[in-house]
């Protein structure tokens, strides 16, 4: 079968290679991809900047059906569609998997970075891992639970935001498209910040709820803030979703006294960051790494709710075969949301 697999250590190193199907292990599934998402994450395995651990199968964000099951395992069915959690494994002994932290195992192996993810036709996952799709999401939009989980993770499990809050939300990419709706789910007034070249973002921004869109290559959202936020102190809890040095620095001036920043996205490298204002304004930094079990039931709860939208982020497909295409287009941001189908 094909497979996108980074084959190497080092900047690029990334090959369309036939590999054996794979077969599930006792506790195993396997999974017949339909639909997998491209991440900013697979961008930066393919740069070098993620560890990833060569040769391996790229792809986290994965939906499809069970066509095998391993030994011993019950509750689950052939054919019933599913997506999955990203650790193939955690160590379990660890003091963050004593605590419930999984995702901050120091042993974790991932699907997709350590051991061969959905790139391709089948994946072999934990069937711990399993979620079923709800019957109002299809697999495209299943594809994007892993994504979704995320930003419950970043948002929720940390208890970042109360209804009533106004927030500031700095890029409309994927990332920031779930945030917002997870935000405005959660009750609270959604600021979307983006630049020039981010126009269709932005219009989606307001098409999924966004109470404000601000293009801050023109506009300074500092006015808007004055206006909305109580007092006009500004805002009372930022997330930074673009993975830009310049967004994070700008949302330490919009954060009130008090408040919270919350980074989500990823830099892929080290950014000048002014830890005085931490200080000054005595802010609450949270970060978020992956996701926990947790939310992912919150993440298809809201799925299946309808108050969080996956597939108008959707905008671009390919066939894996053109794997190429689709990273160049990921990365010129093209598209907001670029699927792989492995099936053709």
């Known amino acids: 079968m ?7 250590p080092g900047f690029g190193k990334v090959e369309l290679r036939d ?29 070098d900047e993620f560890r ?13 059906e069970i ?17 999955t959690e990203t650790y193939y494994s955690t160590c379990g002994l660890c003091a963050y998997c004593r605590a419930g932290h999984s995702n901050l195992c120091l042993n974790r192996r991932s699907i997709g970075s350590a051991v061969n993810g959905g790139f391709t036709n089948f994946v072999v996952v934990p069937a711990k891992n399993i979620h079923r799709l709800p019957d109002n999401i299809d697999f495209q939009a299943g594809a994007l639970t892993e994504p979704l989980a995320c930003v419950c993770h970043a948002v929720l499990t940390h208890n970042t935001v109360s209804p009533g809050d106004v927030t500031v939300i700095a890029g409309p990419g994927a990332i920031g498209l779930l945030t917002l709706q997870v935000v405005k789910a ?16 932005m219009a989606l921004a307001a098409q999924l709820g966004a109470d404000y869109v601000v293009n801050v290559s023109t506009d300074d959202p500092e006015t808007l803030l004055k206006d909305i936020s109580l007092e006009g102190l500004g805002a009372d809890v930022v997330y930074e979703c673009s993975g830009a040095g310049a967004a994070a620095s700008q949302l330490l001036t919009l954060a009130r006294r008090g408040a ?5 996205g990823l830099f892929g490298q080290a950014v000048a960051w002014d830890m005085d204002q931490v200080c000054y304004r005595e802010l609450t930094v949270t970060g978020s790494n992956a996701s926990v079990p947790s939310a992912w039931t919150r ?13 108008p982020l959707i905008t671009a497909t390919y066939d894996v075969t053109a794997w190429q295409d ?4 990921f990365e010129r941001k093209t598209a907001i949301k670029t699927l792989l189908y492995p099936a053709g």
Request: glycine content about 14%; overall charge neutral.
């Open 2 to 8: 094909k497979a996108v697999m980074k084959v190497a």
């Open 19 to 47: 590999i054996p199907e794979p077969a599930p292990a006792p506790g195993q599934v396997k999974i017949k991809v339909q639909a997998a998402g491209i991440c900013g994450t697979d961008l930066h395995i393919y740069k």
């Open 52 to 64: 990833s651990v060569p040769p391996v199968v790229l792809g986290h964000e994965v939906a499809g």
């Open 67 to 83: 066509v095998e099951l391993g030994a011993g395992i019950d509750g689950l069915a052939l054919g019933e569609r599913v997506t």
């Open 186 to 201: 959660a009750g609270a007034t959604a600021v979307v910040l983006g630049t020039n070249g981010d126009e269709t973002r």
């Open 260 to 264: 919270r920043y919350v980074q989500i």
């Open 299 to 311: 993440a298809l709860q809201l799925l299946e709710r309808g108050q969080v939208q996956t597939k």
């Open 326 to 329: 689709a990273f160049d287009g």
